[in-house]
């Protein structure tokens, strides 16, 4: 069955850096957009990142834009975030998502891994 | 940007009660680029809906959504104790590619 499952978060300090990982089984891996998602603490979504299929393509939202870089490797089938510069308001759960090919919903999400910035 | 604006922000209910929850775009768009996700306390986001009213796989038919434009609508015919969660409308666009909802929570009466 599908299964993402993500690891790399913990406490950093502002202006400190940290690379989450994501990895999927399950599906075949090339055929799916991925994207990450975080939600800050009692929150809602924010959709941040995306990435194609074979790691052609990616958009950021404004907010990453410049501080986060999202990519791919696809014999490890896993999917990284490199979160740079990081802000107290960056604290989150983050998830990675499988695009399901039906007008860019996500149907599959791993557990998430909170991201904890402060001094 | 496309906002997306989901009302109410808490709906208090019984077990047994149909729930409806809305959705309201600031623009109309497509009605393939909808989906609602349910999320319960502590866990990751379940993707219910996508295209507005295709329901996904696995997801029990008393969940159904609607809508068209600008105006799209969760139904949950019959609450069941499991259904008590918080729920979020969602867009695929073009920049950002993807906007949720703030959420409506459903909440045991």
């Known amino acids: 069955q599908v299964q993402l499952v993500e690891s790399g978060g913990g406490l950093v300090k502002p202006g400190g850096s940290l690379r989450l990982s994501c990895v999927a089984s399950?599906?075949?891996?090339?055929?799916?957009?991925m994207s990450w998602i975080r939600q800050s603490p009692g929150k809602g979504l924010e959709w941040i990142s995306y990435?194609?299929?074979?790691?052609?393509?990616?958009f950021y939202a404004d907010s990453v834009k410049g501080r986060f870089t999202i990519s791919r490797d696809s014999a490890k089938r896993s999917l990284y975030l490199e979160m740079n510069s990081l802000r107290v308001d960056d604290t989150a759960i983050y998830y990675c998502?499988?695009?399901?090919?039906?007008?860019?919903?996500?149907?599959?999400w791993g557990q998430g891994t909170l991201v904890t910035v402060s001094s | 940007e496309i906002v997306l604006t989901q009302s109410p922000g808490t709906l208090s209910l019984s077990p047994g009660e149909r729930a409806t929850l809305s959705c309201r775009t600031s623009?109309?768009?497509?009605?393939?680029?909808l989906a609602w996700y349910q999320q319960r306390p502590g866990q990751a986001p379940r993707l219910l809906i996508y295209?507005?009213?295709s329901r996904a796989t696995g997801i029990p038919d008393r969940f159904s959504g609607s809508g068209s434009g600008a105006d799209f609508t969760l139904t949950i015919s019959r609450l069941e104790t499991e259904d008590f969660a918080v729920y979020y409308c969602?867009?695929?666009?073009?920049?950002?590619?993807?906007?949720f909802g703030g959420g409506t929570k459903v909440e045991i009466k």
């Open positions: 998502a499988r695009d399901a090919h039906a007008g860019g919903s996500l149907d599959y």
């Open positions: 399950g599906f075949t891996f090339t055929d799916h957009y």
């Open positions: 990435i194609s299929g074979r790691g052609i393509t990616t």
């Open positions: 623009q109309s768009i497509s009605s393939r680029y």
């Open positions: 295209g507005a009213s």
């Open positions: 969602q867009h695929f666009g073009s920049s950002p590619p993807a906007t």
